[in-house]
């Protein structure tokens, strides 16, 4: 097994569920947010993808962060006739931010850091291993 082989592949997965880490944080943070001028649209939540591609230098797929999409589904609407971004209505339309979705994404993206982590660390204890006995 090649062992820098398999801390490159994990490095992947880091790097890509930290990206994931990172939009689903700019989404909690402008989940109460609103637009700045009256009848705007606010915040739209964004929604990221992967993709897989094969490293010809590693020769192994590896995984990166693909593109980040808007999330088109509808804004949140209230009724608050004296909020500054109201439209003529009295209508405030807030981002389509649901935080216990976010929470849960957050969560999964978390867990499979930790996945990778615990790739890289194994590896690492193997390869501490290989080297105490080639001392022998």
């Known amino acids: 097994m090649d062992f820098l082989k398999t801390i490159s592949i994990a ?10 880490m990172r939009v689903i944080a700019e989404n909690i943070a402008n989940a109460d947010s609103t ?8 915040y739209r939540r964004r929604v990221v993808t992967f993709r897989s591609a094969f490293d010809r230098e590693l020769d ?24 500054p971004a109201a439209d003529e209505r009295g209508h405030v339309k807030y981002p389509n931010v ?10 999964e993206a978390q867990r499979s850091y930790e996945a990778n982590v615990n790739v890289i660390t194994a590896t690492r204890r193997m390869i501490a291993r290989t080297l105490d006995l080639l001392r022998v």
């Open 98 to 107: 649901n935080t216990l979705v976010e929470t849960v994404d957050m969560r």
């Open 35 to 42: 637009a700045q001028t009256s009848g705007a649209d606010p």
């Open 60 to 83: 192994a797929q590896v995984v990166s962060l693909g593109r980040v999409q808007a999330d088109n589904s509808d804004f949140v609407t209230r009724h608050e006739p004296g909020h």
């Open 11 to 20: 490095a992947s997965g880091l790097k890509a569920q930290s990206g994931r």
